[in-house]
């Protein structure tokens, strides 16, 4: 269960921070949003949500905060944007609410991470990672896993649910949909998706039962889920011809993860360099493949 809830918290932490932190910028105009009217963006934003700082009043403070912080030139992490591009198509108020919550997903990726705290002793590894620290469970002991800690952890949790729910989400729905015209149709990398589930409630065995059901979508067919058969040879593959491995049957061979190998051959360039030849072998990643097709795994595809 532990083990779980560690997994389940890194899950909400990672897809948020690489939503807002990682990537927000390419879609977020946040010198646009100086521009904006804020008791326009907090009506805008209370329609997409009941988060109870999507006020005029919050949205002007932070406004005001960030024009001080452009004006004195010292930019940061805002540094690198491609402010004014024509490729942004946020209207102001938009690019006011994505900026007003990507400051908020600062405050609260720092919180949701002392779930990992109180049972893996920190964080980024936990204590079933090499340099954590275990935490033991003692009701009566104030440094040790207790009801006070636990109540810590509900109270996370439910904070963490809550900001996924009211911001990420309506926030990312509503510059999905800004966007969906121009970006739907590129990208997806090969455009089949494979998972293999996670989150399981009667442990890995009760594969109907994952809350992260398994399956594979092709050719971004979203009507049709098939089924896989994660233990078969035949059906899941991984590959190394472009990575920095070898195999002992050759680097053409595909292998069952349960049959895999990882032996180091790293034949990649040398300091300095300017290209990587992706013709040859240029990753540390293995190549995952469902009967034979190119697939994308994880975050995507789950």
Known sequence: MVRNIMEAVLYMHDHTVHFYQL????????VSGLKADPKKAALLAQELSPWEK???????????????????????????????HPAYKLTPEQNLIATVHYLDALEWQKEIVKVHAVFGGKNPHPNFL????????????ANSINADRLALVRQKLEEGKKFIDQVYIPDLLM?????????????????????YGDFPIHGYAGVEDFLTPRGIVLDRDLSRVHPVDANSPE???????????????????????????????????????KHLDVED????????????KPMEVGPLPA
């Open 23 to 30: 990537h927000a910028l390419d879609w977020v105009d946040i």
């Open 54 to 84: 999507n006020t005029e009043g919050y949205f002007k403070a932070t406004q005001e905060r960030l024009k001080k912080f452009v004006a004195s030139g010292q930019l940061g992490i805002f540094a690198n944007g491609y402010w004014g």
């Open 130 to 141: 090499v340099g954590g620290m275990p935490c033991s469970i003692d009701l009566n002991e």
């Open 175 to 195: 510059i999905a949909g800004v966007y969906k015209d121009e970006w739907s149709k590129i990208g997806g990398g090969v455009s089949n998706y494979l998972s």
């Open 235 to 273: 059906e899941i593959k991984e590959y190394i011809y472009h990575s920095w491995y070898k195999y002992t049957e050759g680097d053409k061979a595909g292998l069952h993860p349960y049959e895999g190998e990882t032996n180091l051959q790293y034949t990649g360039p040398r300091s300095p360099y």
């Open 281 to 292: 072998k240029y990753s540390w990643i293995k190549t995952p493949r469902w009967k034979e």
